[in-house]
């Protein structure tokens, strides 16, 4: 029998519980998003662009909001926790939706929450002189996020709305302290015109701009636990964007009034010094609060949503059918949650405590993450030709536009990925090698797993009815 026949529609333990509000999905969008990664990559657009990247920050919420209503349409239409592996299935085929969700999903995970964990422990080794062997805090606080996601929804989306809360107050409070004058003087003589290779240019920031809104969809896979997901998904997607646009806003305009910009364009921890500017060296306890709960809750959400996904697949039969069993106890997909920890932590353990290694990777397979929401897009044109009637409880507003300008602005944000054009061939190696190794498994599982065609579309009453 194969490996498909094998799998039970809900896991061995039952169906995933739905106890998941609005506050706590909009806790999931906010704290994925948020990282301390973005926080440094944020005002190192601003040293680049000047005030001019605030109206880039703009324009990348725009392109945000595209496939913020590609994902709604397709997550309600579906209710599958499975997300982009279910809805590319059905509209172009197996081997498309495994190399989406295998290379913008997993991999991209993997080596963002690496990134993530040794910041933190590098900014906490300087800012508190702890000595402590490399690499034992951060497999710590891995090991830490897997239980308590194990453990089941609840646990998790306690500890997601705090950590949220904490985390936006933390980084908006920072820039209304700054814009208002309320810590130390501010600098009578700064510059704050553009600096860089970008000379100020606009557009050409939206690829830096544009990774301060990716991970918003990571509530969709989390549908099958969401209480009302066709009025909660949606607006705790465009509310959490939003929220978002205001807190960089502020946190952005905040820092060129106290920073130089060749400073925010060139500090490797261009937070560190806003910081200091602002609040003096009583400051690094506020930046400690920012960045160590940015940290943990991207490395919660990352743990909650990518197993969900990857169980999504294993119900699908585009993976292995032991990634689709269910807690006894919890009810949740713990043996995903166990091999996307195992995943984060390889390349820890290959590096070591190195940020400059991790992070040039990360930007790299970042690149695949914009793949997977082009195949988003390009899913939504596809299902409503072929299936025009099919329910849907979301509609794109002025559809297909927010598809054709989603697609033309991820495809823009790719061409201007690498941060420096030295880096380029290493970023597109990377990124390239991510995408090969991942499409090479997939066909090897299609063709002799699966048994099916490449890009044989599945039929849509496999997951709905039509």
Known sequence: MSVINHIRPAGEAGRLKGSLGFWSQLAVCVGLVVSQGVMVIMLQGAGFGGYGFLMTILVAYGLALT??????????????????ATFT????????????????????????????????????????????????????????FSMLNIMGIDVFATVQSALSFIMVATIALLGVIALTGLGMPRPADLVTESVGPFSGGMFALLAIAIWGFVGLEFACPLVKETRDPARIIPRSMIVGATVILVMYLLYCWGALIYVPTETLASSPLPHYAYVEAVLGKAGLIFLTVAAFTATCSTVNTSLAAVPRMIYGMAQNGQTFAVLGKLHPRYGTPW????????????PILIYGVNADAILLLLVGAAVA???AYIIAHIDVIVLRRRYPRLARPFKTPLYPLPQVLGIAGMLYAIYYASPAPELTVTVFSVA??????GAVLAAVWVKFVMKKGLFEPEPADRHIDV
């Not at 496939?67 to 982009?84: A, D, H, I």
């Not at 996307?340 to 932590?345: D, K, P, Q, R, S």
């Not at 390239?432 to 190794?437: D, E, K, V």
């Open 369 to 371: 993450w914009l793949i």
């Open 335 to 346: 043996t995903a949650i166990v091999l996307v920890a195992l995943a984060t932590a390889l």
């Open 89 to 144: 299935e059905v509209a172009i085929g197996n081997f498309p939706a495994i190399v989406a969700v295998f290379s913008g999903y997993l991999v991209v995970a993997m080596f963002a929450l690496s990134a993530e964990l040794v910041l933190i422990e590098l900014m906490l080794v300087e800012i508190t002189g702890l000595e402590l062997p490399p690499g034992v805090l951060l497999l710590a606080l891995l090991a830490t």
């Open 67 to 84: 496939y913020v209503f590609s994902f709604s349409e397709l997550t309600l239409m579906f209710r599958s926790p499975g997300s982009l």
């Open 432 to 437: 390239g090698g991510t995408l090969f190794a």
